[in-house]
């Protein structure tokens, strides 16, 4: 596989090195692309806010935003531009339990389905998009992050 991936930090909340990033972008790309290249900006809440709303309409920040590439070229490898806000990531790892470098694996390759074409606005879509991310978190050796907590209050009564 032939892969370019533009890291651009932008904010100063520690975030995985370029290489465990491009890591988990190569491995949403497995078996669905050959050669890509993208941008990958890891932004502060006020960037990924003014975003957020200039192009959804939408008021705050949001995790990941991506803008696939229409560029109707045949052969263009270009695949767009991922914009994830390092300190939204930290805070839903540590509200949801998570590791955060699993997290940010799993937006990372979240955005990457994106740009590929992949949306979650109908519940079969969100599937069949959740199922994809499922796989290639498996495949890293990241448990799924859909799964609910088990309630251990269950277990006591």
């Known amino acids: 596989m032939t892969l370019v991936v533009d890291i651009q930090r932008e904010s100063a909340e520690p975030a995985p090195d370029d290489e ?3 890591r988990a972008v190569a491995a949403a790309l497995a078996g669905r692309r050959d050669q890509a290249e993208l941008c990958l900006r890891l932004v502060d809440e ?5 975003l957020n709303h200039r192009y959804r309409g939408r008021s705050g920040p949001t995790n990941v935003l991506s803008f696939p590439c229409d560029a109707g070229l045949p052969d263009c490898h270009l695949l767009g531009d991922l914009v994830i806000c390092a300190p939204l990531v930290a805070r839903e790892a540590r509200a949801q339990d998570k590791a955060v470098a699993d997290h940010w694996a799993h937006l990372t390759i979240h955005g990457v389905l994106h740009l590929l074409g992949y949306d979650h606005v ?6 069949i ?29």
């Open 46 to 50: 006020a960037e990924s806010a003014a």
């Open 129 to 157: 998009m959740e199922n994809e991310e499922r796989a290639v978190l498996a495949g890293l050796g990241i448990a799924d992050p859909y799964a609910l907590p088990a309630d251990t209050d269950t277990m006591s009564q």
């Open 20 to 22: 465990d990033l491009s």
């Open 122 to 127: 109908e519940d079969a879509d969100a599937d």
